[in-house]
């Protein structure tokens, strides 16, 4: 599985069998990718309403023919735009060409704009991603949460996790996630794209190896790919 970093909670995710998009967000100062360059998607998953995660999920479905999977009220707007959609709550999984998908809470809000005028967004999620034998868990905007515990028993491969503070977990609440989820890789997102939600990835890359956990930390740049 290769992983691309795409900035702010973007992420490409290419397995053996699909193409995933998470929260593609492309206009978000960072990546230099453009919608055309993801006309080979195939599936978009969306962890909540926010424009800043919704991003070019319209527009990248509807040059990929990429099916989004969403919360209900999510994919109920997806499906009024003409997009092919999996529907999901919290707690469900659902299996896919690829491998499943398990939706994870997430404590934030999760509404879209329409016209001027927001709606409801249905609840924000996180996602457990198993794919070509690993497992990746990508957070979403939250809180930090005691369900995140109930992780460590999935043996996680990958954890990607907010820092940013202010909208999500800052570094602190980061680092405590770690010690619940016990992943072997983690990753650190949704920093530096806002000035209120500045961070510094290295010093999260500090305290978590000061846990003595052996969970190794990495640190990508916009754009750059890592093989899981």
Do not use: W
């Not at 960072?30 to 360059?37: A, F, G």
């Not at 999920?57 to 959609?85: D, Q, W």
């Not at 570094?171 to 961070?199: G, L, W």
Request: charged residues 15%; glycine residues 10%.
């Amino acid at each position: 599985m290769n992983i691309t970093y795409l900035g702010h909670a973007a992420f490409e995710m290419i397995t053996n069998h699909a193409n995933l998009l998470i929260d593609p967000f492309i206009d978000n100062g960072h990546t230099s990718k453009k919608v055309e360059d993801f006309k080979d998607t195939t599936y978009i998953l969306v962890t909540h309403g926010h424009s800043d995660h919704v991003g070019s999920t319209p527009e990248i479905a509807n040059l990929s023919g990429a099916t989004v999977i969403s919360n209900a009220e999510l994919s109920t707007h997806f499906s009024g735009m003409g997009l092919k959609t999996h529907s999901m709550h919290i707690g469900g999984k659902a299996h896919f060409n690829f491998g499943n998908v398990k939706m994870t809470p997430a404590l934030h809000g999760s509404s879209i704009v329409i016209d001027g005028k927001m709606h409801e967004g249905g609840n924000p999620c996180g996602f457990v991603v198993m794919a070509d034998g690993l497992k990746v868990y990508h957070a979403g905007d939250t809180g930090l949460s005691m369900e995140m515990m109930l992780l460590e028993d999935m043996n996680v491969d990958l954890a990607i996790l907010p820092i940013g503070g202010n909208f999500t977990m800052d570094i602190e609440d980061a680092v405590k996630a770690v010690a619940m989820i016990k992943p072997k890789r983690v990753m650190p997102m949704h920093f530096n794209t806002f000035p209120v939600i500045q961070s510094n990835p290295e010093y999260f890359k500090k305290q978590v190896e000061q846990l003595g956990l052996g969970i190794e930390v990495i640190l990508l740049d916009a754009d750059q790919t890592m093989t899981l």
